[in-house]
């Protein structure tokens, strides 16, 4: 069996989905972004906990209204060969469904969230928000358990634009979901 060190040479720089497919199989979540390897340990269970009432709240929404499907990690959505991302939750609209594979979901998908933690904040702040702007990933939101608060993001002409935010105990709503109102206070609870 070939392993992931024994294939890579100094002069081979980026990392592909051939790479991440030689990944062991543990606790960590892996990642390849723009050919870069990144791990991380599982969720603490405050981000268990937020992670699965927004999963409990968008997949009842979305299956009511018939608009799609939505997916927790770990999946892994396949922007391109050299990036491979583990969003936290990802949602797939019924006009992009071609793009969900048995596998994996290969394409940018409707909706993106990531939910900081401490040794992934920055990464979803600035490299992973880049590439999903690159790979023109409509909505993008991120969740920060810290300071209570919800930033839903949408593309536009040169990146990501804050469309909203809430705190705490506010709500907002996403053009992804019309007709849906998120309530912070079920979130932080």
């Given at each position: 069996m070939?392993?992931?060190?024994?294939?890579?040479?100094?002069?081979?720089?980026?990392?592909?989905y051939?790479?991440?497919?030689?990944?062991?199989?543990?606790?960590?979540?892996?990642?390849?972004?723009?050919?870069?390897?990144?791990?991380?340990?599982?969720?603490?269970?405050?981000?268990q906990?937020?992670?699965?009432?927004?999963?409990?709240?968008?997949?009842?929404?979305?299956?009511?209204?018939?608009?799609?499907?939505?997916?927790?990690?770990?999946?892994?959505?396949?922007?391109?060969?050299?990036?491979?991302?583990?969003p936290?939750?990802?949602?797939?609209?019924?006009e992009?469904?071609r793009?969900?594979?048995?596998?994996?979901?290969?394409?940018a998908p409707?909706?993106?969230?990531?939910?900081?933690?401490?040794?992934?904040?920055?990464?979803?702040?600035?490299?992973?928000?880049?590439?999903?702007?690159k790979?023109?990933?409509?909505?993008?939101?991120?969740?920060?358990?810290?300071?209570?608060?919800?930033?839903v993001?949408?593309?536009?002409?040169?990146?990501?634009?804050?469309?909203?935010?809430?705190?705490?105990?506010?709500?907002?709503?996403?053009?992804?979901?019309?007709?849906?109102?998120?309530?912070?206070?079920?979130?932080?609870?």
């Amino acid at each position: 069996m070939t392993t992931l060190a024994a294939r890579k040479t100094p002069e081979s720089l980026k990392l592909t989905y051939h790479d991440y497919l030689l990944l062991p199989e543990d606790s960590n979540r892996y990642e390849i972004i723009d050919g870069d390897l990144f791990m991380t340990s599982s969720p603490a269970t405050r981000h268990q906990r937020i992670s699965k009432a927004i999963l409990i709240l968008l997949d009842r929404f979305v299956r009511e209204s018939k608009l799609g499907e939505v997916f927790h990690a770990p999946i892994d959505v396949l922007l391109s060969d050299t990036d491979i991302v583990v969003p936290d939750l990802v949602f797939v609209s019924r006009e992009r469904a071609r793009i969900v594979t048995e596998k994996n979901i290969k394409g940018a998908p409707d909706l993106l969230i990531e939910i900081l933690s401490p040794s992934t904040a920055g990464r979803d702040r600035d490299i992973k928000m880049k590439r999903y702007a690159k790979f023109k990933v409509p909505e993008y939101w991120i969740v920060d358990p810290d300071a209570c608060t919800v930033e839903v993001f949408r593309l536009g002409a040169g990146g990501y634009r804050l469309h909203a935010s809430a705190r705490r105990t506010g709500s907002l709503a996403s053009p992804t979901f019309p007709g849906l109102e998120l309530s912070l206070r079920t979130l932080f609870a």
